[in-house]
């Protein structure tokens, strides 16, 4: 590790530590509550078909479109009765993963 | 020899030795003894019947460093790949029943593409024979891995079993599915190195304990760490003729009094040992603790000590696993732990919650809880929370527990403390800010010292920071025939 002189502020428990980062603490991430509306990709993948369109209304667990990954079709399903508000992926799109496909909205 | 003119000359070109004059750099001068040099594959298929393949693709044998006896097995690229084959894998798990059975520390050069395809099942039957014998030797004889180039797919699991993972900048390669796989598959592009290079392994996941810029330097890594270990679990490592630490920084000058304000532990570990000598392991990784070797009047020694340089000194998941499991190796192989402790207790954070911090910082109460060897504990400044219960306080049965009149052994740092005792107070006062100031400095004239805690024996001494070496060493003197008994069992559930 080099001689680092730029010390940086680490609180722990109301006192002011003097101290160094890590690059892990450095990129840490933080938390965000899920948004149940929001259908994000759970692993990087190719869209090969996608069934549903803008506004149309779906019942909780109809497909709304395939996602495969590791030479697995996943089957991606409406969580609940609910309608379509905006696709953001389209059919043949390779997409990463934690990648935002769809909105939703619940059934009023 | 090898695998030819030029697939040595490849090898070459890749910045590599091959895999018999890496055992000659390795070992004693003319030590070297093969066995096997002659086996052969017996495959069938995929045109294999026509391959003649030196010794399968693997050298293995016995031999010294610095006149320790070793067992060693090498796998050489050079020949199809270092792939392992049904005949490849025999040799290896050979030389380790050897090494198992003679109580030798066993050495494995790890350079090779994987499975050899063509010999189908039988090289995933390899594989799991090898990580058998890797976990049945675990805690008996000292098993070190040093990865020479790639190391993917199964095949990274025996380094994975092994006590230490030695690697090399550029040239070793560890990831269970390369980048390709991750291409075609996931869409996700990552260059070899920033996937499973060495840097990443010595300083992101912590599969790797040993990281150098070359081969060699990483063979004298190799040769310093055999010096401090014992040959198996059934002895203590050789002792060296003693010396005193070098005449450098004064113990008493490093640590500032504010315990706001860093310093390099380090610089306290070689005020401590023979000759200031220190051999750190996981350097990189989880840096906010300090583990390594030393020695005190020429016996190994074991040292676990916060780094205030770096978070402070927290303890975090990393820092956890990485002290937990260098514990367990000190314990196994009869190695006394020395434990320098600083530490304002657990970090705090969603994602470190989120990725377990309990368990993982269990880890340590259980490591230090359930290890037998004399245990001495060194309190510099703060010991604060479940972090001063964890790092060998006398509630897990440390032997000796020393203190240094700047410690401060107390629930919280006294800012925290105070906020919380004298809340009402605080909010009450016409002028808060001053009131906090006030009882932030009751607090600490109470607390944050190491008499509260020495009064209910939970200490031993308080000590002059001057006397810590001389401690230390009568306390292992003092312990030296230490004997604990244990309840029986077939092996505890360690939080993992």
């Known amino acids: 590790m080099s001689e680092e002189k730029e010390w940086k502020d680490l609180i722990i428990q109301g006192t002011v530590y003097k101290t160094t980062y890590t690059r892990k603490f450095e990129q840490r991430v933080n938390w965000e509550a899920p948004n149940d509306n929001m259908l994000y990709s759970f692993i990087p993948g190719t869209i090969i078909d996608i069934f549903v369109k803008p506004k149309q209304k779906l019942k909780e667990g109809e497909t709304i ?30 997409i990463p993963n934690r990648y935002l496909m769809v909105e939703i909205k619940p059934k009023k | ?61 016995t031999g010294t460093i610095k006149s320790k006896p070793i067992c060693i097995f090498a796998q050489d690229f050079t020949v199809a790949g270092g792939s392992l084959g049904l005949m490849h894998a025999r040799k290896i798990t050979k030389i380790m029943d050897h090494a198992l059975k003679m109580r030798v520390p066993l050495i494995g050069i790890n350079d090779s593409g994987g499975a050899r ?20 030797a675990s805690g008996v004889i000292p098993q070190i891995s040093v990865i020479l180039g790639p190391c993917a797919g199964g095949a990274v699991y025996s380094p994975a079993l092994t006590d230490f993972v030695f690697v090399v900048e ?64 059934a002895k203590k490592a050789l002792a060296y003729p003693p010396k005193p630490p070098l005449k450098g920084k004064k113990i008493e000058d490093i640590v500032p009094l504010d315990a706001r304000i860093p310093y390099d532990m380090r610089d306290i570990i070689k005020t401590i040992t023979d000759g200031s000598e220190f051999l750190e392991v996981m350097e990189l990784f989880a840096p906010n603790i300090i583990i390594g070797f030393g020695r005190m009047d020429g016996e190994t020694i074991g040292f676990v000590a916060n780094q205030p340089m770096v978070l402070a000194g927290v303890l975090d998941c990393d820092s956890s696993d990485k002290a937990a499991r260098f514990i367990r190796y000190c314990d196994a192989f009869n190695i006394p732990i020395v434990t320098l402790e600083d530490m304002p207790g657990y970090l705090p954070g969603a994602d ?31 010991a604060y929370g479940g972090g001063y219960i964890a790092m060998n306080s006398r509630h897990l049965r440390a032997d000796f527990v020393f203190a240094w009149p700047t410690a401060e052994i107390a629930v919280m740092g006294p800012e925290g403390a105070a906020n919380i005792v004298f809340r009402k107070e605080i909010a009450e006062a016409e002028n808060p800010e001053e009131m906090r100031r006030q009882k932030i400095q009751e607090y600490k004239d109470k607390f944050a010292n190491p008499y509260v805690a020495a009064a209910q024996g939970y200490i031993d001494e308080v000590i002059e920071p001057k006397d810590t070496r001389s ?20 092996h505890g559930i360690p939080p993992f």
């Open chain 2, 117 to 136: 395809i063509q010999e189908g099942v039988n090289s995933l039957a390899g594989y799991g024979e090898i990580f058998f014998r890797n976990t049945l």
């Open chain 2, 352 to 382: 470190q919650e989120h990725a377990g911090v309990i368990r993982h910082g269990a880890k340590i109460l259980y490591a230090y809880s359930e290890a037998t060897v004399p245990k001495v504990t060194i309190i510099l400044r703060k």
């Open chain 1, 65 to 94: 479109l395939l996602l495969e990954a590791m030479k697995m079709q996943n089957q991606v399903r409406m969580p609940f009765d609910g309608e379509i508000v905006k696709i953001n992926v389209k059919k043949d799109e390779v």
């Open chain 2, 170 to 233: 550029n040239i070793s390669k560890m990831f269970i599915t390369g980048p390709s796989v991750i291409k075609s598959v996931l869409g996700e592009e990552i260059s070899m190195e920033e996937l499973g290079g060495a840097r990443v392994h010595a300083e992101i996941t912590g599969n790797a304990h040993f990281f150098a810029k070359t081969e060699l330097e990483c063979f004298e890594q190799i040769k310093t760490l055999i010096s401090y270990i014992p040959r198996s679990n």
């Open chain 2, 471 to 490: 401690r230390i060493l009568h306390a292992l003197q003092v312990s030296e025939n230490k004997s604990v008994f244990l309840p029986n069992k077939k």
């Open chain 2, 1 to 61: 020899m090898g695998g030819g003119e030029k697939a040595m000359e490849m090898q070459a070109k890749m910045g590599k030795l091959t895999a018999r004059e890496r055992i000659i750099a390795l070992l004693d001068k003319n030590s070297f003894h093969e066995y096997d040099l002659f086996a052969e594959h017996s495959a069938k298929d995929f045109g294999m019947e026509s391959k003649v393949l030196h010794g399968d693709g693997v050298i293995i044998g």
